[in-house]
C-alpha cells in the first residue's frame, strides 16, 4: 500500500494519529499501523453554513505530543489550519500533515505553514512538491 508513514520522523513523540472527521478515522489507522505506534484520534466538524466550520478535537491530550492529521485530500487547507490552529492552543508538540490528494489550491500551503505545520506528506495522485510518497505500487497491486 502506498505508504504515507514513510516520510514521518523516526522520533515522534509519543504520536497522535488524527483524523478530520470520524468518517477518515481508517486512514489515521493505516497511517498509524504502517508508522508502527501511536494513539489515534479525530476532530469533530460542525458545519454550521456553506463556509462555516467548527472544529473540537475529541478530548486526547496533545500537550508536548507530535501530531500527524491524515486528510484524503487538502483543497484550500482552511478547514486543516483551524484544526492545527486548534491543536497550537493546546500546546501541541510537532504538527505534520499527511494527504492522499494534496491539492492545495491557492495559499494552501503558506496557509498550513503559518498554522504552524512542520511539514506536508502527500501521494503522487497530483504532482505537487509535496507529493513525496509515490502511488505506483499500490496501483500495481491492482494490476
Known sequence: SSDLSNPLPEDLADPVFLSPDAGAVALAETVRDTYGEGEIDYFEKVR????????????????????????????????????VGVLQDRGVGRVFVTCVHPLLASNAVTK?????????????????????VSVAPAIAEHL
Request: aromatic share 2%; glycine share 8%.
Open 48 to 83: 454550521h453554513s456553506g463556509t462555516e466550520v467548527e472544529i473540537s478535537p475529541s478530548d486526547v491530550d496533545v500537550t508536548d505530543r507530535d501530531v500527524v492529521v491524515t486528510d484524503d485530500i487538502i483543497a484550500t487547507g482552511s478547514t486543516m489550519s483551524e484544526a
Open 112 to 132: 498550513l505553514a503559518r498554522a504552524g505545520v512542520e511539514a506536508i506528506y502527500g501521494t503522487d495522485t497530483i504532482e505537487r512538491q509535496q507529493s513525496t
